[in-house]
């Protein structure tokens, strides 16, 4: 069996609130379904992705991998998807309840408003600073039924 200190990686904390599932339905009848979990004995943490049409039907979708990169010794997000596998960006941690997904010059914030709710939206670089409030939207999570 692993030592109790591999089952607890230095960031795993900061995603605790994001675990479990999220949906997001927009008023044109298009949905967004998350799943967040841990892996990999708690090394890795997996964002299942989903967006679905008015009709319901699938669009895009892909899965990011978060985890520590043997090679920098940061925490990094890889993405899986139609493309294949590549090394997609990183996290910020802006505060307890706020995080920072930055992929290119763009960063997706979180912001956890309680157990239950997030409100998220794009950000763009600019000058070396990201700002904007882009395609705000609000994520539920999902209770699990037994």
Do not use: C, H
Not at 30 to 35: E, F, R, T, V
Not at 43 to 57: S, W
Not at 82 to 100: C, H, L, P
Request: proline letters at 3%; glycine letters at 14%.
């Amino acid at each position: 069996l692993p030592s109790d200190n591999r089952n607890s990686p230095p960031f795993a904390k900061q995603f605790e609130n994001l675990i479990g599932r999220w949906e997001m339905k927009n008023k044109d009848g298009g949905a967004l379904k998350i799943q967040w979990r841990m892996r990999g004995i708690g090394r890795i943490l997996i964002e299942n992705f989903t967006f679905f049409n008015e009709k319901g039907e699938e669009g895009n979708s892909g899965i990011n991998a978060t985890g520590i990169d043997p090679a920098s010794g940061q925490i990094t997000m890889w993405s899986i998807g139609k493309n294949g596998f590549r090394r997609s960006g990183g996290w910020d941690f802006i505060s307890d309840n706020v995080t920072g997904q930055r992929e290119g010059n763009n960063r997706l914030i979180r912001k956890l408003e309680d157990d239950n709710t997030i409100t998220a939206y794009w950000q763009s670089k600019k000058n070396g600073e990201y700002t904007g409030e882009n395609g705000k939207y609000t994520l539920k999570r999902v209770l699990e039924t037994e």
